[in-house]
């Protein structure tokens, strides 16, 4: 793809495309890696940036839901209640919305844990085992706020047959929700500053590349060329650029994951995983399409209103 400049107006060879300069009858274009180099390289870094910030948010959101995640409830079973019903009762919380996992540990279970973990024989020592059967769940992330933790605790403990239900220290859970919080606005701001930032920067340099062509654009117009006609190749051109500039961008993330893999930095990499990657690949990839093509539609129809007297300026 070459992008061609005009010399002289008088000598527009119809039909080609082609423009010479009648002194010395000599033809200049340039190509589109040369025209877009400065566009392409200024892209890439910001585009780099976004995609760093993209995968941090991607990052810290799945840590938040893992230690969302960890969070414990346990009910405690009545000695009264056989093991079948105590099956049943773990059937059942399976089975609600807010369990991530669910086991069942019976007093056989955990006279036998106790064994293991302290060395006593509890049945030996008071004649009966005094443990009592449980069943701990997991709640999914979007359960554990200290509201829906209250009530789901709330709907067990009146069950026939549960003695009691231990859940984690309320405060706990509002200091870990409160700053979860935090941190997201964080990075939801980080993100709107930076995409703000991607577009001005994005803008300026491809304001440059179409400041350039001004005369060119309005040369067109003298000879008849519609806004349509001028604008479209522009647009296309640097639209590729954008994708080009995103390539590259995706590269040089990929090239960071797998280094950190062999750098024996494997939670590095898989904090994000490859499938997300390529989703946040595609996404500056796009990212760099519009955002490049967008400015490229602003900058022209800038010059495209302009009188031939203002483009001096």
Request: hydrophobic share 50%; net charge neutral; proline share 3%.
């Amino acid at each position: 793809m070459r992008i061609l400049y005009i010399i002289d107006v008088h000598d527009v060879t119809e039909g080609r495309g082609e423009y010479k300069d009648m002194k010395n009858q000599k033809e200049f274009k340039i190509s589109f890696w040369a025209a877009h180099a400065t566009t392409i390289v200024s892209v890439t870094l910001v585009l780099l940036i976004v995609g760093i910030i993209a995968m941090i948010t991607i990052s810290a959101d799945r840590e938040t839901r893992r230690l969302r995640q960890q969070i414990e409830i346990t009910a405690i079973i009545a000695d009264s209640i056989p093991d079948t019903s105590a099956q049943h009762f773990l059937n059942d919380i399976r089975k609600q919305p807010y369990c991530l996992d669910a086991q069942l540990i019976t007093a056989a279970q955990a006279l036998e844990q106790w064994k293991q973990d302290t060395g006593e024989d509890l049945e030996e020592l008071f004649g009966v085992n005094p443990l009592t059967p449980e069943v701990t769940f997991h709640l999914k992330a979007e359960y554990t706020s200290p509201e829906n933790i209250t009530r789901i605790a709330a709907q067990i403990a009146a069950v026939k047959g549960i003695q009691e239900v231990v859940t984690p220290d309320s405060g706990m859970l509002t200091a870990m929700n409160t700053n979860i919080s935090r941190l997201t606005t964080i990075l939801a701001i980080i993100a709107a500053v930076m995409l703000i930032i991607s577009f001005v920067l994005i803008n300026n340099t491809v304001h440059l590349t179409i400041y350039a062509r001004r005369f060119t654009i309005h040369t067109m117009q003298l000879v008849g060329a519609t806004n349509a006609f001028i604008r479209m190749p522009i647009v296309m051109q640097n639209m590729l650029a954008g994708v080009v500039s995103g390539l590259v961008a995706a590269g040089i993330i990929a090239v960071a994951m797998a280094s950190a893999t062999r750098a024996g930095l494997e939670d590095l990499a898989n904090s994000v995983g490859w499938p997300t990657y390529a989703l946040i690949a595609a996404g500056i990839i796009m990212l760099g399409a519009i955002l490049c093509a967008l400015a490229a539609l602003i900058s022209t129809g800038k010059y495209l209103r302009k009188d031939y007297d203002k483009l001096f300026k």
